[in-house]
């Protein structure tokens, strides 16, 4: 079992920045991928950035390209993200997810991760 706690969030205006950490306890974080994902009322769960066991890989939906980074500490067992240029779309609460398989995937589903945090809410006002 992996627990997976975000923090980080908060209100922030458009054009700025926020830094989001995913602290992770149980199992060695390590052995998982590990995936942002964000979600607004009304609408589905959907994939923001990726980051493979090692931390060598990374993958990024096209909304986030050049603007978002996500990194992790093995060591520290934590992943966070770094979101710059912040746009009110941005808005919405943003997960945490470890994901067991061997290959990062461009794109995943929400349904194929295995363990998930509880969010936190990201506003940015325009």
């Known amino acids: 079992q992996v627990a997976l706690v975000e923090s980080g969030g908060g209100l922030v205006q458009a054009g700025g920045s926020l830094r989001l950490s995913c602290a992770a306890s149980?199992?060695?974080?390590?052995?998982?991928?590990m995936y942002w994902f964000r979600q607004v009322p009304g609408k589905e769960r959907e994939f923001v950035l990726g980051i493979d066991r090692s931390g060598g890989t990374t993958r990024y939906a096209d909304s986030v390209k050049g603007r978002f980074s996500i990194s992790r500490d093995n060591a520290k067992n934590t992943v966070s993200l770094q979101m710059n240029s912040l746009k009110p779309e941005d808005t919405a609460v943003y997960y945490c997810?470890?994901?067991?398989?061997?290959?990062?995937?461009?794109?995943?589903?929400?349904?194929?991760?295995?363990?998930w945090g509880k969010g936190t809410l990201v506003t940015v006002s325009s």
């Open positions: 149980g199992r060695t974080k390590a052995n998982y991928i």
């Open positions: 997810a470890a994901d067991n398989r061997v290959v990062i995937h461009p794109s995943p589903s929400a349904s194929d991760m295995n363990y």
